[in-house]
């Protein structure tokens, strides 16, 4: 197994490379001028070319490369071209409203999904399986933005039980920081719901057909035996599958969420620094991404095992 983790990352590090790159190129043969939008609209070209040299802007762009990349092992991002600050120090006062809202959306998303596709698998063909497939087809339908001013309408201003918007720490009470994640929770999670939920009940159809679930029932177990410990544990993989590209789609879904819910999380950083043309922030952000979604994925292979035995990993 440890032989096994140790040759995915290796072969990471090639990909990472690679997408690193063109993060660069992309960003620093782009159209704007990074000292020209340090320097303002007003100011001179002497002005502008003072911060180019400053930021080492006039080297060869494989020297800043070099020293990006360099940087970037040794945990130095970069600072922001806006506020100055280091890179690392606003991911880290960000990322608190991002983990919360992705643990939440995840969690709402296997609680709901999951066996409302395992129960729409076992009562297939009727009305509550076609209601389970009829809401899936609208949770990917819908977009996130649309569902969540429809969810702000009806519970903020409409019944004022939930707040508008903002985010409220669960340093400072564990109530307050679950009510101003639940309507973002509701608004994101819904893909991820109906995504669970069809691929749950397409596994558990498939297994409830084999010879040992008929076993099983001819043994005079109950259904709730069969569906857990049977059909659902054999159906495990692909569900799992699922629920690790969901947790890697989120990073497109953060974004859009925190901006329309005004969470100052690590999807709301990444937009402002877009409009801004904070270009290290913007790097950072999307190489931060990157990492993310390889390492999800590795731990999704990873959990095969746990869930099928006879899966075994060379040494």
């Known amino acids: ?99 919360s809202l992705t643990i939440t959306t995840i969690s709402f998303a296997i609680l709901v999904g999951v066996p409302a596709g395992t129960f729409a698998a076992w009562r297939a063909g009727s009305l509550f399986d076609r209601g389970v497939m009829m809401t899936a087809v609208m949770g990917f339908s819908l977009p996130v933005f649309v569902l969540g001013y429809v969810l702000v309408y009806l519970f903020a201003l409409k019944a004022q039980i939930l707040p508008v918007q903002g985010y409220k720490p669960i340093s400072g009470g564990l109530w307050p920081w679950l009510r101003s994640l639940i309507l973002p929770t509701l608004s994101l999670g819904m893909i991820y719901v109906a995504l669970i939920a069809r691929m749950t009940r397409a596994s558990v159809i498939e297994i409830l057909g084999n010879d040992y679930i008929r076993t099983a029932r001819s043994k005079g177990l109950s259904t709730p035996p069969i569906l857990i410990f049977h059909a659902l544990k054999n159906a495990a993989i692909p569900i799992v599958t699922t629920i690790g ?71």
């Open 1 to 99: 197994m440890l032989g096994y983790i140790l040759r995915r990352l290796l072969a990471t590090i090639p990909v990472l490379f690679v997408v690193s790159v063109l993060i660069f190129m992309l960003l620093h043969l782009g159209p704007s001028d990074p000292a020209a939008v340090i320097a303002g609209d007003f100011a001179q070209p002497e002005d502008v070319e003072k911060i180019r040299i400053q930021l080492g802007l006039d080297r060869p762009l494989y020297i800043q490369f070099g020293d990006w990349i360099l940087g970037v092992l040794q945990g130095d991002l970069g600072s922001s071209i806006y506020s100055d600050m280091q890179v690392s120090a606003l991911m880290m006062q960000r990322i608190e409203p991002t983990l």
């Open 245 to 315: 590209v969901g947790i890697a789609m989120l990073i497109s879904g953060v974004v859009v969420t925190e901006t329309v819910f005004a969470l100052p999380g690590l999807g709301r950083l990444t937009v402002d620094a877009i409009v801004r043309k904070d270009y290290p922030v913007i790097q950072a952000m999307l190489l931060v991404f990157t990492v993310a979604y390889v390492l999800i994925n590795l731990l999704v292979d990873l959990s095969y095992s746990l869930f099928d035995p006879r899966i075994k990993y060379q040494k």
